[in-house]
């Protein structure tokens, strides 16, 4: 039979691999300085655990699956839930905050058509039990910190707050169902759809025309002074004293400058109660990441808390950084060691690399080989393992003088075999 992968699905090879994964160490190293503890969670939840964390907008995403016991599982589509649920359960006792981080593959579920992928792998904190603009800057800050350490130089985070439209749909003292209708094109950022919806006979036309502006206000902190400005013709103007605050903040750790408020973002899941936010970068068509502040998740499992986290997409993050020229640095091979005393080769291999150096064996082959393997590997050095040396092969394939003792320091990585 043909070998094939599933519908988006896709095998990683070893480069890409090797430059994810330096991605992924980049982040990390950030959220570690901020003193985040690694978290892993299970692949699998249970799956009324996730809905009832999730909400509606779970519906649809998650891979469903029955263990041998007949209870329903299934694939975590994200790591918010899965967080939240360790938080109350596992780390119930300990004392508030709690900062978390984890690297973590992710599941969702698409129509064939769509031909999007399934698998992803994510890299997020999440701080867990504090409240208000001072942990919303936190997390903020990390993540413009995080992806400043990736290298990546255009992106922007894309920064609003569910609680303006949330207060205005209160204020427009409608039936649930056409609540839900607005959200739905908010989260779609479908601006025809919520201009349609904002015409419905019984709407109290200031707070139609608010809740058909708002999502279009745009800019620095002018734009939550406009904001505040058509919400206070609703009586919601407070609802953004903490978005401003969240602004004045992060004007202080230099985050502003990497910011654009925007009242038009909206995430797909419907935890989320205050700041939301994304991260775009130019030409790619989707957010690299994107989190906010979901004060309600804990409480479906029995420890209310406030939140607040991020998710960062590892392999978008590494579309854009190859879209904008940056090129990941990773590790490679340092040296091939030859020749036809595979004893001796071993043992000069594990001495180099007791030295720091990243040696390939080649047990058997002679010069001429060994400078092929390692020009092949992007190898700096191709020696023979001679008696207690370990000889330089030169261009020719030629034996040339020894290494040397003590063994030199490893060379910068990826040069040309000699």
Same mark, same amino acid.
Request: proline share 6%.
């Given at each position: 039979?043909?070998?094939?992968?599933?519908?988006?699905?896709r095998?990683?090879?070893p480069q890409?691999?090797?430059?994810r994964?330096?991605?992924?160490?980049?982040?990390?190293?950030?959220?570690?300085?901020?003193?985040?503890g690694?978290?892993e969670?299970?692949?699998?939840?249970v799956?009324?655990?996730?809905?009832?964390?999730?909400?509606p907008g779970f519906?649809g995403?998650?891979?469903?699956?029955f263990?041998s016991d007949?209870? +329903?599982? $299934?694939?975590?589509p994200?790591?918010? %839930?899965? @967080?939240? &649920? /360790? #938080?109350?359960?596992r780390?119930?006792d300990?004392?508030?905050?709690?900062?978390?981080r984890y690297?973590?593959?992710v599941f969702?579920e698409?129509?064939?058509?769509r031909g999007q992928s399934r698998?992803?792998t994510?890299?997020g904190?999440e701080l867990?039990?504090?409240?208000?603009?001072?942990?919303?800057?936190?997390?903020?800050?990390?993540?413009?910190?995080?992806?400043d350490?990736?290298?990546?130089p255009?992106?922007?985070?894309?920064?609003?707050?569910?609680?303006?439209?949330?207060?205005?749909?209160?204020?427009?003292?409608a039936?649930?169902?056409?609540?839900?209708a607005v +959200?739905? $094109?908010?989260?779609?950022?479908?601006? %025809?759809e @919520?201009? &349609? /919806? #904002?015409?419905?006979?019984?709407?109290?036309p200031?707070?139609?025309?608010a809740?058909r502006?708002?999502?279009?206000?745009q800019?620095g902190?002018?734009?939550?002074?406009?904001c505040?400005?058509v919400?206070?013709t609703?009586?919601?103007?407070?609802?953004?004293d903490?978005?401003?605050?969240?602004?004045?903040?992060?004007?202080s750790?230099?985050?502003?400058?990497?910011?654009?408020?925007?009242f038009g973002?909206?995430?797909?899941?419907?935890y989320?109660?205050?700041?939301v936010?994304?991260?775009?970068?130019?030409?790619?068509?989707?957010?690299?990441?994107?989190g906010g502040?979901?004060? $309600?998740v804990?409480?479906a499992?029995?420890?209310?808390a406030?939140a607040?986290g991020?998710a960062?997409?590892?392999?978008?993050l590494h579309?854009?950084?190859?879209?904008?020229g940056v090129r990941?640095a990773?590790?490679?091979?340092?040296?091939?060691v030859?020749?036809?005393?595979a004893?001796?080769?071993?043992?000069?291999?594990?001495r180099m690399?007791?030295?720091?150096w990243?040696?390939?064996v080649?047990p058997?082959?002679?010069g001429p080989?060994?400078l092929?393997?390692a020009?092949?590997?992007?190898?700096?050095?191709?020696?023979?393992?001679?008696?207690?040396?370990l000889?330089r092969?030169?261009?020719?394939?030629e034996r040339?003088?020894?290494?040397?003792?003590p063994l030199?320091a490893?060379?910068?990585?990826?040069?040309?075999?000699?």
């Amino acid at each position: 039979m043909q070998p094939v992968t599933p519908r988006g699905f896709r095998d990683v090879l070893p480069q890409e691999a090797a430059e994810r994964g330096a991605l992924a160490r980049s982040l990390a190293d950030v959220f570690e300085s901020w003193d985040y503890g690694l978290v892993e969670t299970p692949v699998v939840e249970v799956h009324s655990v996730l809905e009832a964390g999730a909400g509606p907008g779970f519906k649809g995403t998650a891979f469903r699956l029955f263990d041998s016991d007949g209870r +329903l599982l $299934a694939l975590r589509p994200e790591m918010t %839930v899965p @967080i939240a &649920r /360790l #938080a109350a359960a596992r780390l119930r006792d300990e004392p508030l905050p709690l900062r978390l981080r984890y690297t973590a593959d992710v599941f969702r579920e698409h129509a064939s058509l769509r031909g999007q992928s399934r698998q992803f792998t994510q890299a997020g904190v999440e701080l867990v039990g504090a409240a208000g603009p001072a942990a919303d800057a936190e997390v903020i800050t990390i993540l413009a910190e995080a992806i400043d350490a990736t290298g990546l130089p255009r992106y922007t985070i894309a920064l609003g707050t569910v609680a303006v439209l949330r207060a205005l749909l209160d204020a427009s003292g409608a039936d649930e169902s056409w609540r839900a209708a607005v +959200l739905t $094109a908010a989260h779609d950022r479908n601006l %025809v759809e @919520i201009e &349609r /919806l #904002a015409e419905r006979a019984g709407i109290d036309p200031e707070v139609a025309a608010a809740i058909r502006t708002v999502p279009r206000i745009q800019g620095g902190r002018e734009a939550i002074d406009e904001c505040r400005a058509v919400a206070a013709t609703c009586g919601c103007a407070g609802v953004l004293d903490d978005l401003a605050e969240v602004w004045t903040l992060l004007e202080s750790t230099g985050a502003a400058a990497r910011v654009t408020v925007d009242f038009g973002t909206m995430r797909a899941f419907d935890y989320y109660t205050g700041v939301v936010f994304e991260v775009l970068a130019p030409g790619l068509g989707l957010p690299v990441g994107g989190g906010g502040r979901y004060d $309600a998740v804990l409480s479906a499992f029995g420890r209310p808390a406030p939140a607040a986290g991020f998710a960062l997409g590892i392999e978008r993050l590494h579309i854009a950084c190859a879209e904008q020229g940056v090129r990941t640095a990773v590790g490679g091979c340092d040296a091939v060691v030859g020749g036809g005393d595979a004893v001796r080769v071993f043992a000069g291999a594990q001495r180099m690399r007791a030295a720091g150096w990243r040696v390939r064996v080649a047990p058997g082959a002679d010069g001429p080989a060994v400078l092929s393997e390692a020009r092949a590997a992007g190898a700096h050095e191709a020696l023979i393992a001679e008696g207690d040396d370990l000889v330089r092969i030169d261009r020719s394939g030629e034996r040339a003088e020894p290494l040397g003792d003590p063994l030199p320091a490893p060379p910068a990585r990826g040069g040309e075999a000699r």
